[in-house]
């Protein structure tokens, strides 16, 4: 069974940082290209980065060089480093095993102005 839990929201003021974490179980992780993606209110779940096993990195346009992402595999966790955030990124973030329908629980990121 493959459980993803993630960590590090909360509320922040513009311009802050927040760290997330998601811990996975299951002996998949290692091998899996891992993704976080979020979901604004009224609006779609979208792909913000993503790392495969290997340490390559894909990140959306619209965070490139604010967000990073990184994993750390003899923990099962991978991470998500947000800089210089905004109001609009604002959402709850989840973490996945890209390419299953292994989720987590989401935790809600929020970013006054």
């Known amino acids: 069974q493959v459980q993803l839990v993630e960590s590090g929201g909360g509320l922040v003021q513009a311009g802050g940082s927040l760290r997330l974490s998601c811990a996975a179980s299951g002996s998949i992780f290692g091998i899996s290209v891992m993704g976080w993606y979020r979901q604004a209110p009224g609006k779609q779940r979208e792909l913000v980065a993503s790392?495969?096993?290997?340490?390559?990195?894909y990140s959306v346009k619209s965070v490139k060089g604010r967000f990073t992402i990184s994993r750390d595999n003899a923990k099962n966790t991978v991470y998500l480093q947000m800089n210089s955030l905004k109001p609009e990124d604002t959402a709850v973030y989840y973490c996945?095993?890209?390419?299953?329908?292994?989720w987590g629980q989401g935790t809600q990121v929020t970013v006054s102005s």
């Open positions: 996945r095993i890209s390419g299953t329908n292994y």
């Open positions: 790392i495969t096993s290997g340490g390559s990195t």
